[in-house]
């Protein structure tokens, strides 16, 4: 509910905005932050992006090289060597101009998404029923609250594509129906999230792994379930591009334009700039030991920050003595929760590491 009256909290700024300024439309989170605080506060905003969709990205790629490590097993590859197989794919995508180009690519990776969950689901159900087990076996739900904010991190990491928020609002052809599909998109999203991570627990219990694919047995469909997702995830990375695109593309223009170069060297250098991040992308996750680990230090910090202390900050900043009493106490408390939140969540993750 908090990530969900954040990012209605952007959108009303940015409307706020592009009614104060009728020749030019504030449509990205930088916008938002130069409003609020000047450019320190475009630079913060857009260096705080462009880091957490880096870190969500590389959360992907990392997720994709483990499970196509381990359907491979024997074959004298390395993980890494799995992430690096997918930069020609990723580049090719990350060349398409739109967000809404990318729409078949989309819609057929939660096909692969869906099913591919719906699956492991059924494997944990028969295992969990299987076997048999009680909740007082599974101390981490019953009596054991220390690992909180980790969890909390990994739940704050699942909603990593904060950042697209003003993108997706503004690709819509009707924005005011955006509110309401956003919140039927939410719940639905929360509720598998739920219903996945629940039905994996009672499955395997302490022995289950940062990512639960891993867990399941080396028979056909399981195999099919982890090349499933991955192929859902290749199509899906370079929507967690868009924002770094946007933004690394933004400055790109600027100097081009300054010296007075030709439409097509800009769009040589945007293709290459795209190439660039996909690489760099793959380099940084070949490096990554864990998949939990990093993804719950990525939701503990720049999630936090993102998703939670900057919209109510800048909601706050825009609208000051207009809003009413009670929602400067929410944005307040929004604003005070996320920076605890990521203080404490950062600490503990890393003394657990």
């Keep these: 509910m908090s990530t969900y009256y954040c990012m209605l909290l ?15 439309e504030s449509s990205t989170y930088g916008d938002l932050g130069y409003r609020s605080f000047g450019s320190p506060g475009r630079y913060f905003t857009e260096v705080v992006i462009v880091v957490a969709q880096f870190a969500g990205s590389v959360a992907y790629f990392v997720f994709i090289g483990q499970n196509l490590y381990s359907v491979f097993q024997g074959q004298g590859l390395s993980k890494a060597s799995y992430i690096f197989m997918l930069v020609p794919v990723e ?8 967000l809404s180009a990318l729409a078949p690519f989309n819609i057929f990776a939660d096909v692969c ?3 591919a ?22 101390t981490m739900i019953t009596s054991n609250i220390g690992g909180l904010p980790f969890a909390a991190g990994m739940a704050v990491f699942c909603f990593e594509g904060f950042g697209m928020t003003l993108a997706l609002e503004n690709s819509m052809q009707d924005k005011r129906k ?3 599909l956003l919140a039927q998109t939410f719940g639905g999203i929360t509720l598998v999230y739920i219903l996945f991570g629940f039905c994996g627990y009672m499955a395997f219990g302490e022995e289950t792994r940062d990512i639960v694919t891993l867990n399941l047995p080396r028979n056909w469909s399981s195999l099919a379930v982890q090349v499933g997702l991955c192929v859902g995830l290749a199509f899906t990375l ?19 334009r300054n010296n007075n170069d030709s439409m097509g060297l800009e769009n040589m250098c945007i293709y290459v700039s795209r190439a660039i991040v996909v690489v760099g992308l793959a380099v940084i996750a070949s490096f990554v030991p864990e998949f ?12 936090a920050m993102l998703s939670f202390v900057m919209p109510a900050t800048f909601h706050l900043k825009l609208f000051g003595s207009s809003l009413p009493i009670w929602q400067k106490a929410l944005d307040s408390i929004v604003l005070l929760s996320g920076l605890f939140f990521a203080f404490y969540g950062t600490y503990n993750t890393i003394v657990g590491v």
């Design 10 to 24: 952007l959108v009303v700024c940015r409307e706020k905005l592009a009614s104060e300024e009728p020749l030019g």
């Design 91 to 98: 580049i090719g995508l990350s060349w398409v101009g739109s």
């Design 113 to 115: 998404n869906v099913i």
């Design 117 to 138: 969950m719906g699956i492991v689901v059924k494997e944990d159900i028969q295992r969990a029923f299987g076997e048999g087990f009680s909740f007082g076996q599974r």
């Design 178 to 180: 955006f509110p309401i």
């Design 238 to 256: 370079p929507v967690m591009f868009h924002p770094i695109n946007e933004i690394v593309e933004g400055k790109l223009k600027i100097i081009l």
């Design 292 to 303: 939990s680990v990093f993804a719950s230090f990525v939701g503990s910090t720049l999630c």
